[in-house]
């Protein structure tokens, strides 16, 4: 498993264990669509912990859990709704029916009154005591915001109590194609905790 570093106050780099880490590319196409294809009703509401990852690409936070280059993603100018669209990370443990789902992420401390959607293309491993603590901090949830969304919600540190829910989803077939890796294979879905025969891996145009 490639280390994380734990900075202060939870900060961390967000490691990303695929047991096979591919580019991927994103939702409808690399420059500004909207993913606002096969969407949801708004889920519940769920008090979750806030967290930040990836400060740069020479961090073990480029390529996501399901195979996507989490920079290009967050850098490909994806909407939903006409707003932007960044990758994010969940607790492993909470990723079955959770991956490729679009999730709206409010917060008076971090989003700063503004809407800020989340792709869920990557886990926080359920292995690393730093996942589990962030996880339980506020609620029993986390949503992990990727560095390509710094700027967007004016934070890049801290923990912070927030709301997430489900709106939509995004399917990787769906996803343009110069994101991907070249054999485009994807975690499709996973069951469990999302981990070895748990993660169903096969090409991005089938998913």
């Known amino acids: 498993m490639i280390p994380f570093r734990v900075v202060i106050f939870l900060r961390r780099k967000k490691e990303t264990s695929a047991s096979s880490q591919h580019e991927t590319s994103d939702t409808s196409s690399a420059s500004s669509d909207d993913a606002s294809t096969g969407s949801e ?12 990852y990836g400060q740069s690409k020479a961090d073990d936070n480029g390529t996501g859990f399901v195979g996507v280059d989490l920079f290009r993603h967050g850098e490909a100018g994806l909407t939903f709704n006409g707003k932007p669209l960044f990758p994010v990370a969940i607790f492993q443990g909470d990723a079955a029916g959770m991956l490729w789902k679009i999730i709206e992420v409010k917060s008076n401390a971090f989003t700063n009154n503004k809407t800020m959607y989340g792709h869920v293309v990557d886990v926080c491993n359920s292995g690393q005591d730093v996942c589990k603590t962030n ?68 090409k991005h145009s089938k998913c």
Request: net charge positive; glycine share 14%.
């Open 41 to 52: 009703t708004g889920g519940d509401w769920k008090t979750t912990a806030i967290t930040f």
């Open 135 to 202: 996880s339980s901090k506020h609620g029993k949830y986390l949503v992990d915001v990727h560095k390509t969304a710094f700027t967007y919600v004016g934070a890049d540190d801290g923990l912070h109590q927030g709301e997430y829910r489900k709106v939509g989803e995004l399917r990787p077939s769906k996803i343009s194609q110069n994101i991907w890796l070249k054999d485009g294979t994807v975690a499709c879905s996973c069951t469990g905790g999302c981990k070895g025969n748990d993660v169903k891996w096969i």
